[in-house]
């Protein structure tokens, strides 16, 4: 015996029944819902306003235009502005200025230099004549803020006062100081 709600269902599926038939199987042709159909109809005419807005029309700008924009906001914003003159670089005497880059140099150039600038298997000896890339304020300054290709690393990160202070450090205070086991010299002797 079949239940009534099967009989409306097989009724049903007779009138969905396509004319064609696969080893033994039908298949129906069953509609999507009205709620999905509105939703698909809903999407196409999205798709038109965008393209009618970003495509036809040009009034937005695209992904790529938009990073361009915002690219150079970030550039503006964050561009440091040079504020050393290399060619009259004047080394800072300040006690203020001295302590603070030496506790700069203990963090960031100690690692490699020593901790008195003696020099150890990476970094060369900072307290003798004896100097790679030069023992003159713009070459120090240019060292520290650029690096070198033969290892030195770059501190572009840091401020140019810093950078200032750090070569003021290193001429002032480092260089002259005898250490205790400095490093063979290396470089040229200035």
């Known amino acids: ?101 030496a506790k700069l140099y203990g963090t960031s150039c100690a690692v490699c230099h020593g901790a008195a600038g003696e020099g150890n298997a990476i970094g060369p000896n900072l307290t003798d004549d004896y100097w790679i890339t030069g023992n003159t304020p713009k070459a120090i300054y240019q060292t520290i803020k650029n690096g070198t290709p033969n290892g030195m690393t770059s501190f572009a990160s840091l401020s140019d006062e810093q950078v200032l202070g750090l070569s003021s450090y290193i001429l002032n205070k480092l260089k002259g100081s005898n250490p205790a086991n400095p490093k063979d010299p290396q470089g040229e002797k200035m």
């Open 1 to 101: 015996m079949k239940n009534i709600n099967q009989e409306n269902t097989d009724q049903h599926d007779s009138n969905l029944i396509q004319n064609h038939d696969y080893d033994g199987i039908q298949e129906l042709d069953n509609p999507p819902p009205p709620w999905l159909m509105i939703l698909f109809y809903i999407t196409i005419a999205i798709s038109a306003f965008y393209a009618g807005y970003y495509h036809w029309f040009g009034q937005g700008a695209l992904q790529a235009e938009e990073y361009a924009i915002e690219m150079e906001q970030a550039a503006e914003k964050y561009k440091k502005a040079e504020t050393v003159d290399l060619d009259n670089l004047e080394l800072s005497t300040d006690a203020v200025v001295l302590a603070d880059a």
